[in-house]
């Protein structure tokens, strides 16, 4: 199993709709994560962090952290055009707190 | 306050020349970390440094690849000799400590192209 695992899309929203974004880790991973939002040709850019099991919400951004099924996701409310980006999960190693990056999710979203 | 400075933006260079990168983390980050991303892939981590002490480079081609973190601000990344697959954006970032709630910064980004 890769430590952080994301499905690579692309996803397809509608404008206005409820993107929702899904990124699983292994054991190795420690239960502190980060979302990331990259434009094609930039670099990544930091969006939203989560460290205790629930919901953290900021603005259209939920992040949900479920540390008994080991997964994190992050939903994007009313979806814009300009939200059409790759969305990269970020996790901690235990140990050495080296960020491990999942593949990453292009969102797609239509006008 | 800046934020990470990464040089040059792009380089293109042939097979079996050598390359070197540079970062300037944001000030007082202690902890950085150089990774790789190739074109569709997230980023590999390369090399992390706390302060200027390697702390994991276990997936760095040390055969090829080299970094250095003079004096624990500046750190630099050489590729010799470059290989074909080697292409790909190398992404500086910096952290203000290693911790589990290490938030990471980006800088621009090198996008190499070996050809």
């Known amino acids: 199993q890769k430590e952080v695992e994301q499905n690579s899309g692309p996803l397809s929203v509608p404008e206005g709709a409820i993107a929702s974004l899904n990124c699983t880790y292994s054991?190795?991973?420690?239960?502190?994560f980060f979302w990331y939002r990259q434009y094609s040709g930039k670099s990544p850019e930091l969006i939203m962090s989560?460290?205790?099991?629930g919901d953290k919400e900021d603005g259209r951004f939920t992040a949900q952290l479920n540390k008994a099924s080991q997964y994190v996701s992050l939903l994007i409310r009313d979806s814009q055009p300009s939200d059409s980006a790759t969305y990269l999960c970020?996790?901690?190693?235990?140990?050495?707190?080296?960020?491990?990056f999942g593949t990453g999710t292009r969102l797609k979203v239509l006008a | 306050e800046a934020g990470v400075a990464q040089s040059p933006r792009y380089k293109i260079i042939e097979k079996r020349q050598s390359v070197a990168f540079w970062c300037n983390p944001i000030?007082?980050?202690?902890?950085l970390y150089w990774y790789q991303q190739i074109l569709g892939q997230g980023p590999k981590l390369l090399i992390q440094?706390?302060?200027?002490?390697?702390?994991?480079d276990s997936q760095l081609p040390k055969d090829r690849f080299s970094a250095e973190r003079l004096k624990g601000v500046d750190s630099t990344l050489k590729i010799q000799p470059a290989k074909l697959e080697d292409s790909a954006v190398y992404l500086c970032?910096?952290?203000?400590?290693?911790?589990?709630?290490?938030?990471?910064?980006f800088g621009q980004g090198t996008r190499l192209t070996v050809v």
């Open positions: 989560i460290y205790s099991n």
């Open positions: 054991d190795r991973v420690s239960q502190s």
């Open positions: 440094f706390q302060n200027n002490g390697v702390v994991d």
């Open positions: 000030s007082g980050h202690a902890t």
């Open positions: 970020a996790g901690v190693y235990s140990g050495t707190y080296k960020y491990i």
């Open positions: 970032a910096s952290s203000l400590v290693g911790t589990v709630w290490t938030e990471a910064f």
